[in-house]
Structures are given as structure tokens and as C-alpha cells.
């Protein structure tokens, strides 16, 4: 029988239950502690708004939240389930391939029930420190809004804005982008990314136009975040690189005793229970880690292919092209055999056969079909 550990496991999200559910597979007594009162973590809505939305007072209440009330999910529900437990349509559901983030909310809901995590959950508990032992405006009253970014949740919210907003200033990374109106919209402007922002409210872009906004609306994805971690220095997030981690996992002098699970982007959940596979077995004895100079070392041979590729820090953590080959290093690790789907198809593949089908892509896009050519090709 494996070794059996009392593990603690931060978030009662995606990452966080399928991380529980492998962890008392393999045996360990496992807490979860969430902030929040109920479980899905990031698909919690809050219809809340801030007082300020400017974020300029200090003391304004603050209100986190990374959805809006329309969202619905931009890769279909049959690459967001488990390998054993699928995202199927349910009686009384939403039952769209692409539904609304209520229905994510209840698959989660769904399969925390069913593999008897919930008694596992210390709901209404925030973590604050983790140590070593031995160490109110809606929407029709915006006028001039700012958007920053250009993923598919900031194109989303920038057509839903615009038909109330007076104008609509769009902020975009890259390196030729200029200020132009863009065609068959009146009230929208793309901008080179914001230069500065002003205590006045004056934002300043980096093509030099200037424009006073009524709220910054920030559609940037994640920025990782650890204030109750206090691992001496040794756990480090630099321009949004979370390190140093083996395969985006484990740090190498703290491990296995710390591990992150859900840490890459860009990639399906397939990818953050393999990791949660790998952790639980690694942690039980079923699995072993490479010695800690070599775990360091290929942290830093990793490091230099992103240098060596021109990549910034904050693409560390970017499966766009790696997702086919990180999940098979994970699956090999386990020996566990992907579907042919969720082996060769990527987050990155899918949006590039999304874009072909327009803004109407939820709708309109046959995903069983192409599901099952996906099967079927060499």
C-alpha cells in the first residue's frame, strides 16, 4: 500500500476538486479550503458591481469576479469534462454545446456531489498564510468605457457594450497596432496598449490619444497571485511566471510536500486532472520525481528555450504550442491512454476552427461532427 498524506488543497474550483477527487483515490485524507460559500471558484457569478469603478478609491468595497452575466463558455462542453465523467446535457440544463457559465456551475456542483467531495470542503474559510513548519453602475450607464485585451471574453463584452455605450476604446498588445475606428462601428476605436492612467481619470494610450473614461473594464485573464505562500523567496511570480516549477507542478526543492494543479493556460481540463493524477501518485510512492538538481535543471533548460524563442515571461505558463505534447508527457507519466480527441486536439486548434465560422460561432458550429472527424483522421 502507498504512503497516505494529509493534503490541503486551496480553491473549491475545477482544478481544486478534480485534485481532491485523485488525491482520496489514492488514499490521502485531503481539506479543501475555499473562501467562498459554495464550490466552482472561478464560475461563481456575482452581479455585485464596484462603488468606484475606476478602482481609484482605496476604500471602495472591492468585488471579484471574472464573469458577466451572459458569458457563455468558448470551447464546447465536450472538451470540458473528465476523462470519466463528461460534460453531458441534462434534463432541465442548458443544453447548447457551448451553455452558459450556470451550467458549468452545475457540473461542478454535479460532480462534487457525486464522488462525495462536498464533506471534504471547508466552505467560508480564506487561507492567509501557508508556511513550512519548520519557517453599483450597470451597463446602460456607461458612456465612455475603456477595454483591455483581446481574448475572447474582452471581444465578447466589447459587442455586448457597444450598442449602449457613447464610445468604446479598445486597448490591444502588439507591436503595429494604430488608433483607427473600426469598420461598421461608429462608437469604436482600437488603440495601442494604455501608456499611463492618470488620478484625474485622463488614460493615456501609447499612440498618443487620450480619453477620460467612466469605467477601465481589465479582460487580461489572470494574473497569479500568492499572498498567503511564504516560502522564503523560493516561490517566485515574475511577469506572471510562476517559479520555478517542474512541467508548471512542482517546485523543485519544496516537492512533493507543495504543487500547484491548473497553473497552464490555454489548454482543456484534460490537462489539470492529469496533473492531478500525476500529483496524488507522486505523493502515495506509486510515482517518482526526478532528484532536485534535475528537476532545477530542466527548469532551466526550459527557461532558455522560451529566451531562445523570443518569448516573455508571461507566456511561461502557455500551452498554445505545446498543449499535444505536454499532455502526452503527462498521460506516459501514468500510463493512462487519451482519447484520440482530447490527445491530438488543442485549445489553440479549436480557436483558429472557430474564427472560420464568425461571432456566431456558439450556434452555429456542428461540434459532434467535427468531434467525430477529429476521431476518425490519421
Known amino acids: 500500500m502507498g504512503r497516505s498524506y494529509k493534503v490541503a488543497v486551496i480553491g473549491a474550483g475545477t482544478a481544486g476538486l478534480v485534485t481532491a477527487r485523485e488525491l482520496q483515490?489514492?488514499?490521502?485524507?485531503?481539506?479543501?479550503?475555499?473562501?467562498a460559500n459554495k464550490v466552482g471558484g472561478t464560475w461563481l457569478y456575482d452581479p455585485r458591481v464596484e462603488t468606484d469603478?475606476?478602482?481609484?478609491?482605496?476604500?471602495?468595497?472591492?468585488?471579484?469576479?471574472s464573469l458577466y452575466k451572459s458569458l457563455r463558455v468558448n470551447v464546447p462542453r465536450q472538451v470540458m469534462g473528465f476523462l470519466d465523467y463528461p460534460f453531458v446535457k441534462k434534463e432541465g440544463g442548458d443544453p447548447r454545446s457551448f451553455p452558459c457559465h450556470?451550467?458549468?456551475?452545475?457540473?461542478?456542483?454535479?460532480f462534487a456531489r457525486d464522488f462525495g467531495l462536498m464533506e471534504l470542503i471547508r466552505f467560508g474559510n480564506e487561507v492567509v498564510r501557508v508556511e513550512p513548519v519548520d519557517e453599483s453602475q450597470k451597463l446602460q450607464n456607461f458612456q465612455i468605457v475603456v477595454i483591455i485585451g483581446n481574448g475572447p471574453s474582452a471581444i465578447d463584452i466589447l459587442k455586448e457594450i457597444?450598442?449602449?455605450a457613447e464610445q468604446v476604446h479598445h486597448a490591444v498588445r502588439g507591436p503595429d497596432i494604430q488608433l483607427k475606428k473600426l469598420e461598421n462601428h461608429d462608437n469604436i476605436w482600437q488603440h495601442s496598449m494604455i501608456k499611463c492612467a492618470h488620478e484625474d481619470g485622463k488614460v493615456v494610450f501609447r499612440d498618443g490619444s487620450i480619453v477620460f473614461p467612466d469605467i477601465i473594464l481589465h479582460c487580461t485573464g489572470y494574473k497569479f497571485h500568492f499572498p498567503f505562500l511564504l516560502s522564503n523567496g523560493i516561490i517566485t511570480v515574475d511577469d506572471n511566471r510562476v517559479g520555478p516549477l517542474y512541467k508548471h507542478v512542482f517546485p523543485p526543492s519544496l516537492a512533493p510536500c507543495l504543487s500547484f494543479v491548473g497553473i497552464p493556460?490555454?489548454?482543456?481540463?484534460?490537462?489539470?486532472?492529469?496533473?492531478?493524477?500525476?500529483?496524488?501518485?507522486?505523493?502515495?510512492?506509486?510515482l517518482k520525481l526526478p532528484t532536485q538538481e534535475?528537476?532545477?535543471?530542466?527548469?532551466?533548460q526550459f527557461y532558455c528555450q522560451m529566451e531562445k524563442r523570443g518569448w516573455p515571461k508571461r507566456f511561461t505558463h502557455n500551452l498554445q504550442h505545446d498543449e499535444v505534447e505536454y499532455k502526452a508527457w503527462l498521460a506516459a507519466q501514468m500510463d493512462v491512454n487519451l482519447p484520440k480527441l482530447l490527445k491530438e486536439a488543442t485549445v489553440f486548434s479549436l480557436v483558429k476552427a472557430r474564427s472560420r465560422l464568425g461571432?456566431?460561432?456558439?450556434?452555429?458550429?456542428?461540434?459532434?461532427?467535427w468531434m467525430q472527424q477529429m476521431e476518425v483522421s490519421d
Open 25 to 35: 483515490r489514492e488514499g490521502h485524507h485531503v481539506t479543501v479550503f475555499e473562501k
Open 53 to 65: 469603478p475606476l478602482g481609484i478609491d482605496p476604500n471602495r468595497e472591492i468585488v471579484h469576479s
Open 102 to 110: 450556470k451550467e458549468v456551475l452545475r457540473f461542478l456542483e454535479d
Open 162 to 164: 457597444s450598442p449602449i
Open 265 to 286: 493556460y490555454m489548454g482543456f481540463c484534460v490537462v489539470l486532472e492529469l496533473q492531478a493524477k500525476w500529483v496524488a501518485k507522486v505523493l502515495c510512492g506509486k
Open 294 to 300: 534535475e528537476m532545477a535543471y530542466s527548469v532551466e
Open 359 to 369: 461571432d456566431d460561432y456558439r450556434d452555429t458550429w456542428d461540434v459532434d461532427q
